[in-house]
């Protein structure tokens, strides 16, 4: 079951055989040995997550044992044994960095439960490491890509309240990077060693919500076989992300607010209050006046959410930025799909600059992941991306973020390049007959084609 290691050192046989038969009973793998000056080789060789020492012993002090282990490795966590007599030893080996001591002889009990909470200390150890680290190089601000006026803005702002703990809601459309900034805050607080949980208002059935929220006590309804703890308790001194918050049901919006107010709950089916401390980060891409003007959400609680407003900028708006997100997309995509990529040609750099983006970022990436694992090339060409990219240059929509002369040029053509294809279509490609339909000679209809890249016989 345990797959830690413990060794034991202490120059008494008696010891060392006792200490293993108790940790060995509770699946702990042991070594001993009675030689210190033996210990550090073992350490190197077989890492264990625990070490036992004797304070005194020939050859060696246990003090002096311990710093040399904590520089071969400085996560062990080591326990020494004190006789009775010297406790003043013990407050010492403490402040040197043990993290308990074992007073000599003991209870198989009290050895025990030294040795777990050791473990479980180093276990949470552990994971918090994990989970910096795995933070650090997914969340940092260097993750969030962009240099425009627009994100900078939302950086500085992220920036200043991040350490805050005001209450958070993010607005924005689909894809412009809510969820990865409601973690960055997240791990720019106090509360970036404490979880940070997730929850989807859209996809939890209304019921379900709140027994997810709130947790359950074993036999509360059918089906609660055990008692569950929800996610608030999850997010205790953490943070806990509401993604699409106007979609929660008024009930749940009621409690909610309740919980809020006086940082305490109780299960579905529970008697007793149970305390929680955690900050609310929340997101909408729908005005919540308005929602709350139809009476859909509730004023109070909206109050409470939005101490502060994040505003994410659409990609559009930030045209700057997606270049610099192209590349960083094409990077990770080629090496994951371990293809050699280098970059992009022009012609597909300008279609991407000029598209209108409805899906934001997650748009762009999922063009690109598409664009990198379809060309044999070094380069994504303009084929390889969606015809649907190409052709919505003929979107109105987006023709009002470009210079009149570009955009009027840009319909023309893409009118020019639809009329065409599709008149060529409708005569199965004989160009005669287009080109007589059309009113124009059969000359001007092949240059138009070939300007176009529009294949008559397909
Ligand atoms: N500035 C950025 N730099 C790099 N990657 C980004 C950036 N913004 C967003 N992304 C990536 O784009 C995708 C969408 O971002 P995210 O999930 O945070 O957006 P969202 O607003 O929550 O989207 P949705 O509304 O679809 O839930 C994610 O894969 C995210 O990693
Ligand atoms: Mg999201």
């Known amino acids: 079951m345990n797959d830690e290691t413990i060794l034991v050192v202490d120059d008494e046989e008696d010891m060392l055989e006792n200490c293993a038969r108790l940790l060995e009973r509770k699946g702990y793998s042991c070594v001993t040995t009675s030689n210190p000056l033996d210990a550090p080789g073992i350490v190197s060789e077989i890492k264990p997550s625990v070490v036992l020492t004797d304070l005194k012993m020939p050859g060696k002090d246990g003090i002096e044992l311990m710093k040399e282990l904590k520089e071969i490795d400085s996560s062990l966590i080591i326990i020494v044994f004190t006789a009775y007599a010297s406790v003043s030893a013990a407050v010492d080996a403490m402040k040197d960095g043990a993290f308990d001591f074992i007073p000599k002889p003991f209870s198989a009990d009290q050895f025990i439960v030294s040795i777990e909470r050791a473990i479980k200390h180093r276990r949470l150890e552990m994971e918090n490491k994990n989970l910096r680290t795995q933070i650090d190089s997914s969340y940092g601000f260097d993750r969030i890509i962009g240099k425009s006026n627009a994100i900078t803005a939302v950086f500085e702002l992220i920036k200043k309240v991040a350490g ?68 608030f308790e999850l997010a205790d001194k953490g943070s806990i992300y509401f993604d699409e918050i106007a979609k929660m049901n008024l009930a749940t919006q009621a409690k909610l607010l309740r919980v809020l107010q006086e940082r305490q709950f109780r299960r579905v089916g529970g008697r007793h209050l149970l305390d929680v401390d955690f900050r609310v980060i929340s997101t909408t891409n729908i005005d919540l006046n308005e929602a709350i003007s139809r009476g859909d959400f509730i004023e109070d609680l909206f109050w409470r959410l939005n101490v502060i407003t994040i505003e994410m900028p659409p990609l559009r708006e930030r045209r700057e930025d997606i270049e610099l997100l192209t590349h960083h997309f094409i990077d990770e995509f080629s090496e994951k799909n371990r293809k050699k990529i280098k970059g992009i040609t022009s012609e597909a750099s300008e279609i991407l600059y000029n598209y209108y983006w409805p899906g934001n970022i997650r748009e762009l990436q999922n063009v690109i992941e598409r664009a990198t694992s379809l060309t044999d090339d070094r380069y994504v060409n303009a084929s390889d991306l969606p015809e649907n990219l190409i052709d919505s240059s003929s979107d109105t929509n987006y023709m009002k973020h470009l210079p009149f002369k570009s955009a009027k040029r840009k319909w023309l053509e893409s009118f020019e390049k639809k009329y065409f294809s599709d008149i060529l279509k409708e005569f199965n490609g004989n160009i005669s007959k287009a080109a007589r339909k059309a009113g124009i000679d059969r000359k001007t209809v092949y240059r138009i084609l070939k300007k176009h890249g529009i294949d008559s016989t397909g």
């Open 164 to 231: 805050t703990e005001a209450n958070i809601l993010i607005y924005g459309e689909s894809g412009t990077g809510k969820e990865l900034t409601a973690k960055s805050v997240h791990i720019n607080s106090r509360r970036r060693d404490r979880a940070f949980v997730p929850v989807d208002c859209v996809a939890l059935a209304e019921n379900l919500l709140e027994s997810e929220l709130f947790g359950h006590e074993k036999g509360s309804f059918t089906g609660a076989h055990a008692t569950k703890p929800g996610l």
